[in-house]
Each structure stands twice: as C-alpha cells, then as structure tokens.
C-alpha cells in the first residue's frame, strides 16, 4: 500500500508539472485562435477528465441499455458549440466561445481549449462532420484548436465558405472534403441531416447580397432524427429566414424533442409562430449573462444582449416545452415566473440515447467553461 500511495503522489506532481508548463506556452498569444498540437492538449488532460468518465460510467451501469449515442451542449458562455457522439467519432454544430476571443485566448487561456479538452475526456478521436450555422465569432472560435487536434473528415458551411476559407484555409487538412455549396440532405454516421435553410435559396441569395448582411439569417437551420428522437439546430436564425422556410415548405415541421434555442434566447429570433409548429419538448439555451459581477462577463458578450429574453421563454413554455435548460447565468432583468421556468443553468447538457435512438438518461454537469479556469 506504501508503494502505491508513493507511486500515486509522484504522478500527480508530474501532471501539475506538465499543466503548468502548457498553461504558460501561450499566455502571450494574442490572435483569435490559438494554434494548439495534439500533445498539448493532451498534457491538459487530468484528473478532470477521470471525474467525467467516472461519473458517466456511474450513471449508466445499472441501465439494461448503456447509451450508444450522445447529444452536448457546452457550457461555453453566450457560444454555440454542440455535436452528437457515437462510439470515438462526432458529429459538430458550431465550435464557438462566447466573449472577446482576445480576452479569452490570453487570460482566460484555458477557457480556450476547454472544448477540445472536454472532447478528449468523451473518448472521442475523430470528427466525422462539422456544421456551421454562420460567420459570427461565437459560432467558430474554436475551430482552429478543433482542426489542431482532431481528423476531421467533413466540413459543412453556410453561404459564407469563402469567408471561413480565407480566415481558415491553411488550418484544414487536404483530406477533408469541404461542402462550400448549399445542399438539403448529408448523410454522416449513418445520420440523416436535413438542411431546412435549403429550402429558402433565394431568401438567402439576397440577403448575402445585401451591403448590410445579416449573418444570423443565413444561420443553417438544421434537422435530423435518430430513432425516435427528433433534433433541430438552429445556430442564430431569426425570424426572417423561419417565415422564409415556412413559406416555400409549410409541410417541413416536425415535433422536436431536442431544440436549440436559436440566437441564444435573444428576442431577435425564430418567431413564435415558427417554433410552436414544433411542439418542442425539451429546450437548450446556448447563452448567458452577467451585469452584476466579473465571472460570467468574459463570456456573454456585449452587454446589451440580454439572454434570454423574458418573452422567449414564456413563449417557448406556452409553446410546450416540457423543460428549458441554459448553459450560462439568466438575464437578471427576468421576473420571478419566467426565471422559475427555466429548470437547469449554468450548466454543460449531455442527453443519452440507446441503440435506437430512445432517450434512456440525462445530466447536467457543472464541468462548464467558467469552472475550466
């Protein structure tokens, strides 16, 4: 018992030892995104990614059915960055950071790499696909780190390719295959992906055209089903692109089970009429907030985007939504009533699925961003 015990105790001051030289090879990077090789993410590993392993195994070994799928939402302040495990691959929507990639990628460095640490601690070992709603900062800033680290098979980009291609060309590997042109339907890991934004080409065609573009309204607005359990990704679409949707395939809606709150819960967003065609039941609010004091700030954004908007949730229970989750801190303008509607915050969302596609588990872990630092 002696041996081991000292044996345990050497290796965890060899660990810190490695942490501590990693954390600092950075600290004076100051562009968007750092470029980081696979061995020093994976010296970042530690006893963090034992606890997450643990704690899934310990939910899950008393099930006759252990999960075959996973669905995330992390906790990456008022960022989207959400994918579908299955077995060591994924499957991504959106790579982003909420905040000042400036501020983050020097001070809060380990705020950066968290995404693509937490993938590591999954298991996972290779991105089958990756889907981006849009060209904004809080849907792709931690792409490079993604690319850096990870075979990635698939890229998927809205109608700004050419925009992702001139910022991150040199990082994607010639083995990817790059989808730069709008299609309706991808197929990965046995996956069927619908691409209800192909269905409003010429909604998007103008608005990409416009001298003032509205990124958010060429967001990909995205479904998918396994088994039973339906999906829809809607990175930032607003209501403009859901009345464009709506209007070329008003047969197109589904019932969701598992919805993506588009543009954060921001009011300027899919507008009621659109998402209670959707009878939602369980609703994941990628965003936050936080006026009163420095832990969230890094990570929300301009101040003035309030998320969620009390409105949005009251419509969202109106609409059906069995529960509302958020990955951040509640706008503290919301009135008691709305703010009881939201039944979990400020935390990372992981959602269990069988073999099937059956919704058998799922957690709320508080393995967030914030508590990364």
């Known amino acids: 018992?002696?041996?081991?015990?000292?044996?345990?105790?050497?290796?965890?001051?060899?660990?810190?030892?490695?942490?501590?030289?990693?954390?600092?090879?950075?600290?004076?990077?100051?562009?968007?995104?750092?470029?980081?090789?696979n061995e020093n993410i994976d010296a970042k590993l530690n006893e963090d990614s034992q606890d997450v392993k643990v704690s899934i195994d310990d939910e899950t070994?008393?099930?006759?059915?252990?999960?075959?799928?996973?669905?995330t939402m992390l906790s990456t302040g008022s960022g989207l960055f959400q994918f579908i495990k299955k077995g060591e691959t994924a499957i991504v929507y959106d790579t982003g950071i909420g905040g000042s990639p400036r501020?983050?990628?020097?001070?809060?460095?380990?705020?950066?790499?968290?995404?693509?640490k937490f993938l590591k601690e999954k298991g996972i070992n290779k991105i089958s696909a990756i889907f981006f709603s849009h060209f904004h900062t809080d849907h792709y800033s931690n792409f490079r780190s993604i690319l850096n680290n990870f075979q990635v098979d698939n890229i998927i980009f809205n109608y700004e390719a050419n925009e992702f291609m001139k910022k991150f060309g040199?990082?994607?590997?010639?083995?990817?295959?790059?989808?730069?042109?709008?299609?309706?339907?991808?197929?990965?890991?046995?996956?069927?992906?619908?691409?209800?934004?192909?269905?409003?080409?010429?909604?998007l065609d103008k608005e990409s055209h416009k001298?003032?573009?509205?990124?958010?309204?060429?967001?990909?607005?995205?479904?998918?089903?396994?088994?039973?359990?339906?999906?829809?990704?809607?990175?930032?679409?607003?209501?403009?692109?859901?009345?464009?949707?709506?209007?070329?395939?008003?047969?197109?809606?589904?019932?969701?089970?598992?919805?993506?709150?588009?543009?954060?819960?921001?009011?300027?967003?899919?507008?009621?009429?659109?998402?209670?065609?959707?009878?939602?039941?369980?609703?994941?609010?990628?965003?936050?907030?936080d006026e009163e004091n420095t832990s969230w700030r890094n990570f929300m954004g301009a101040a003035s985007h309030k998320f969620p908007d009390g409105n949005i949730v009251d419509q969202l229970k109106e609409s059906g939504c069995q529960e509302i989750s958020m990955t951040g801190k509640p706008y503290n303008g919301l009135t008691t009533s709305q703010l009881e509607k939201i039944n979990n915050t400020e935390v990372t969302i992981t959602i269990y699925l069988d073999k099937n596609g059956q919704i058998i588990d799922k957690k709320y872990s508080k393995n967030t961003i914030l508590n990364s630092l």
Not at 61 to 71: C, V
Not at 174 to 200: M, R
């Open 103 to 116: 501020v983050w990628n020097t001070k809060l460095y380990n705020g950066n790499i968290w995404p693509t």
């Open 1 to 37: 018992m002696k041996k081991i015990l000292a044996l345990l105790t050497g290796l965890s001051i060899n660990n810190i030892f490695v942490t501590s030289i990693v954390s600092c090879t950075f600290c004076s990077n100051g562009s968007e995104e750092a470029n980081l090789p």
């Open 211 to 289: 001298k003032q573009v509205n990124r958010n309204n060429l967001s990909n607005v995205l479904y998918f089903k396994i088994g039973p359990t339906d999906f829809l990704f809607t990175g930032d679409a607003e209501k403009e692109l859901g009345e464009a949707i709506a209007s070329q395939k008003p047969d197109i809606f589904k019932n969701i089970d598992i919805y993506q709150v588009p543009h954060h819960g921001s009011r300027n967003s899919l507008s009621k009429s659109f998402f209670e065609k959707l009878n939602p039941k369980n609703c994941y609010i990628p965003g936050t907030y």
């Open 61 to 71: 070994k008393d099930n006759e059915t252990k999960p075959f799928y996973e669905y």
């Open 170 to 203: 040199d990082s994607i590997s010639p083995n990817t295959k790059i989808y730069d042109k709008l299609e309706e339907f991808y197929t990965f890991d046995g996956i069927k992906f619908h691409n209800w934004s192909y269905s409003a080409k010429d909604f």
